[in-house]
């Protein structure tokens, strides 16, 4: 996880740890939530991600 983490701030001065953390709960918990659909809508988890990390 810490390779991921160091990979979302690659492009930053410093990696952010608590930033990094919540942003990879937001993309596992929309990935959860939108499996776990009948019928999952890749769109729509992206869209609901756009919008998690927006708030970020």
């Known amino acids: 996880m ?3 983490k160091q990979r979302l ?3 930053q001065p410093e990696l952010d ?3 990094a953390s919540a942003m990879l709960d ?3 918990m929309t990935i ?3 499996l776990n659909e009948h ?3 890749p769109d729509k988890m992206l ?3 756009t ?3 927006s708030i970020l």
């Open 2 to 4: 810490n390779d991921f």
């Open 51 to 53: 919008n998690k990390l």
């Open 39 to 41: 019928e999952p809508q």
């Open 9 to 11: 701030f690659s492009e």
């Open 32 to 34: 959860i939530a939108g």
């Open 17 to 19: 740890d608590i930033k």
């Open 47 to 49: 869209r609901l991600l």
């Open 26 to 28: 937001c993309y596992f």
